[in-house]
């Protein structure tokens, strides 16, 4: 299987090659030509298996350069005994057709270690495969659980060097502390003065700059990148959904082959729900795809109306993983709903870079509609629907599934839809502690993050993650903070170049 460029259809490159070099040079994402398909019967094959051996199915339909002995690496090498000894995407019924699929298991209580944990693994060999020996240097942007799931899956991995870039107003104190604390040889944070979206944009500015590159290159190093538009990001993620349905045939839900569910996703950047699109796109039976935004809604408006306009309000809110205004992989839907038209796409997305705003054409616009919903909650609706769900349900939920929770209960209200719908959970609660408890105990919030750490765990009696209660104590490593137009001297000072 080959992979081209959203917005250069003659582009062709393997899957190793994808995923070494992060981004097109067109600046377009890279994506498969053709999505496999996967059968009923692969399906009922994978449901007596655990997600190791699941993740090796899957993914050896879109990494077809690599073999299953290599893939088994990878997937062994990211999910052993990374998950706290659970299983590593546990799908949690609670009641009325609600079934929360659980991606926060790993190191750092967030669920961009599904893909952050394995992604590492799948880049070390694809570096090998291309063959150029090269340094890799990740850059990252991050709202905040990215830049910490990156640093912890490339800490100390031979052959790499990691930079995060994050937004200084615009993350969680403890967020903050899981980065500005993180140990190994190879790695460096900084704090932006802007929000996410000047991270994200400034870095993308870093890898695109051709002296940048050639600087780079003369010392034997090369970008890559551990933001979802990297392909290594997104195939991981397409295993949890495949593996959740496969779990509700385990548990009976499911009793029929095609059996519909629905699916729930807070989204920010559009990648968690795209690797979503991608497992129906193989056959998946999924109903709907529900697109569940914060304040910054301009997911919700582009999903009703066609029109995508960054040109609003940044709202900064307790779910700071899904601030975003920019969300990079939407490319990749609009890619592919438009019959993988790349001369469309690149007009839009220039048109997005020059005005902010972009409308797709009536066949985009029907298409999205007819797979999507779309609903957005502010911070006050987020936090009666935890209190609700932690009184009514006995389930704590973090502030981004919640706000899948909240939209979820829109969608149901306006179509009476009781098809099993699974929702993702992103986040630990513990690791948006002030926002939850502040939810279910508001008398109980203070000043120290650590001390309601401790005040959740009297409320809910669910366990602190133990990577979360270890932070307290970690020394600051990294203190500095810059302009997002000095990004470019705050990378090549860390690499010494
Ligand atoms: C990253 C993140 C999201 C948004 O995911 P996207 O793939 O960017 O849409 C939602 N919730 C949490 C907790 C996250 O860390």
Redesign the pocket.
Known sequence: MNYTSTRDNSVKVTSAQAIAAGISPDGGLYVPETIPSFSHEELLAIAGVDYRERAVKVLGKYLTDFTAEELRECVDGAYTDTFGGTDVAPVVDIADHRFVLEL?HGPTC???DMALQLLPHLLTRSVKKTCDGKEIVILVAT????GK?ALEGFRDVPGTRIMVFYPVEGVSAIQKKQMVTQEGGNVGVCAIKGNFDDAQTGVKRIFTSPDIAAELAAHNMAFSSAN?INWGRLAP?IVYYISAYADLMNKGVIKQKGDPINVV???????????AYYARKMGLPIHRLICASNANNVLTDFIRSGVYDRNRPFHTTI?P??D?LI?S?LERLIYDLSGCDSVRVKGWMERLAAEGRYEVDDDVKDAVKSLFWAGCCDDNATQNTIREVFTERHYLA????A?ALNVYDQYVRETGDTLPTVI?S??SPY??APAVLGAIAPDKTGEDEFAMLEALREVSGAAIPAPLAGLKGKAVRFDRVCEGAAMREAVLDMLSV
Do not use: E
């Open positions: 926060w967030a669920f961009k709202s905040g659980d990215t799931a979802s993620q996703v807070p989204t920010g950047n559009f990648g968690n729900i795209l690797a779910s993983s899904m975003i969300s992989n973090d502030t981004h599934t706000v993702a992103t986040a690791k948006f």
